[in-house]
């Protein structure tokens, strides 16, 4: 009889256990549904960069990190060590053999990469590129700074440091997409609703620090109540900044750079850059994640395999620019 | 004896329990560490809308449910019943004074609802605006349709429907600025990238379909050649259809319109239409829940009460458009 009452007990305590382990493993059917968002067991997302030991991805990547830590899956940072396209590729490739859950692209070249990023969606992993795009690929989103909004907003702060007049200078890469499109939203920005502000030169600064400290130099030279300088790229920044310094002036020349690299922070700490704009790069990286995770477990809507032509994700995400100035720039020293 | 092995059993048993619920209600320190992103009781989220009965409202408040499922949180629906700026600030001012964990709206005037918007934001409750932005302010994020890429991908269907050549026409709303970058995006994209196309007429619709017909009809009049139309709303599109139906022609006029209401998709069912396109209202609401949500519980970064000038998260998101066609109109009707 007393062993009987044994095995009941053990029997009745194994089967406790049983139910509670039951409704932790699967909250679904149990009282304590609160499982929310979260990945499985091996689930693994990978982020492609170029020149990948460039400080500007780390903010890219922790985003991406915390993402994969909210949701629970691991993540992984890959890239082409060089600016090299082809060295690029090889990675991607590599990448796409492994079969990961999903894997976010910043493409060093907006064709060269096409063909690798449409392999990876045919064989159902899906891609999302951030940071720098590539139009005509089968990627389901572009998160990156919309670089005409950012020239604007580079307007608007420089309209507030000059006073909402006179004279001022741009030295950009005529080259590239992104400074033009950076010069463009400048211009535009100035001409529509600053009426007594003027740009009087659009100079090349070749992305060189000494290019662009002389270029700098012969336009104030040039126009010697030049209220301010917007130079859309950190390097020539530099060289704005030194040019500055190297002439005496009444009224300080108001200068507005691009991306928080260290010589750019110390410049506005020290008070010869006014202000440098920070690109969104956590968010970057943070909703790349995201967005890979809803389209690894098939929560957008409509599903992108039942309807041709559709956006199953936001198409475009412009993560934004923060300015940066003497009041914040502690906070963006890397830590 | 045999009480002291009952006492025994029922205590281990009640301390099995113990343990099990302690794992199940705090993953953090068990085992079962599989958590995820989740709200908390109580939590609850509001959408606002105008016209609130509006049937493209469906799809947003879908979204914004989903995602409320997605992470175990609530959420409500308001909005003012009519087309009315004093009725939806008085909604809103309602839901501000009940303290929701976070609130998105479709703002009825980029204006009018500013103050209203900011004293919620300065209550700590977090905005995001949809579908129509409040752009001066303090709401974090905008998730719209991006009119000029939208515009844009209309041109690129016309081109493929009129075999990249001849005269295409566009009837729209002047004065509404939406429906200005809809045309815009059109217009540039015609001349860009098809020489052999040409835009001969942008005409007043009025939002009605008799004054779209009537205005539809003069232009095929002036040019009988005409190849297709770009219909900027869906009230006007019905009148460009019947206007097509009403003129015999030897080659069809190509009729691209704009959203997904039943007499558009009606239209497309039966050939008078080839196109129309539908915005990314599911995303929208999906995603601005999730804003609201990372806000609400601080997972954005930088924080945005420690940096200023700062944005938590990505400032606008172009939630897209897809192509609706006689393949895939069937998936678009309400459910």
Chains 1, 2 share one sequence.
């Not at 693994?44 to 991805?57: H, I, K, P």
């Not at 998160?143 to 950009?172: S, W």
């Not at 900044?241 to 928080?260: C, H, M, N, W, Y």
């Amino acid at each position: 009889m007393k062993k009987m009452l044994v095995v009941y007990f053990l029997l009745i305590g194994a089967f406790l256990v049983y139910v509670f382990q039951y409704y932790a493993k699967d909250p679904q059917a149990g009282i304590w549904k609160e499982e929310g968002l979260h990945g499985e067991i091996g689930e693994n997302y990978v982020m492609v960069t170029f020149q990948s030991g460039l400080e500007y991805w780390k903010s890219c990547l922790k985003g991406f990190e915390d993402a994969g830590d909210a949701l629970n899956v691991s993540v992984e940072y890959r890239g082409a060590t060089q600016y090299d396209v082809r060295e690029q590729i090889t990675v991607l490739e590599q990448i796409i053999a492994k079969k990961p859950a999903g894997i976010a692209v910043s493409s060093i070249d907006p064709y060269a990469l096409t063909p690798t990023i449409d392999r990876a969606a045919e064989a159902g992993i899906p891609v999302v590129l951030f940071d720098s795009g590539a139009p005509g690929s089968k990627a389901y989103s572009l998160l990156a700074t919309n670089n005409y909004n950012a020239g604007a907003a580079a307007a608007e702060k420089m309209a507030q440091l000059a006073g909402r007049q006179g004279e001022v200078a741009v030295i950009t890469l005529p080259g590239q997409q992104n400074h033009q499109d950076r010069v463009r939203g400048f211009r535009e920005t100035i001409k529509n609703n600053y009426p007594a502000m003027k740009v009087v030169a659009v100079a090349d600064g070749k992305g060189d620090s000494m290019a662009s400290k002389n270029v700098t130099l012969s336009i104030m030279k040039a126009h010697p109540k030049l209220a301010g300088v917007f130079v859309t790229e950190a390097t020539g920044g530099i060289g704005v900044g030194e040019a500055a310094k190297s002439i005496k002036r009444s009224v300080p020349l108001q200068i507005i750079s691009f991306d928080t690299n260290k010589g750019t922070l110390d410049m506005i700490k020290e008070g010869t850059i006014a202000a440098t704009l920070a690109q969104g790069t956590w968010n970057m990286g943070y909703w790349s994640l995201q967005y890979l995770f809803h389209l690894h477990h098939g929560l957008t809507i409509p599903a992108p395999s039942k309807i041709g032509d559709v956006s199953p994700l936001p198409v475009q995400v412009d993560t934004g620019v923060s300015v940066v100035t003497k009041d914040n720039v502690e906070n963006y020293y890397a830590k």
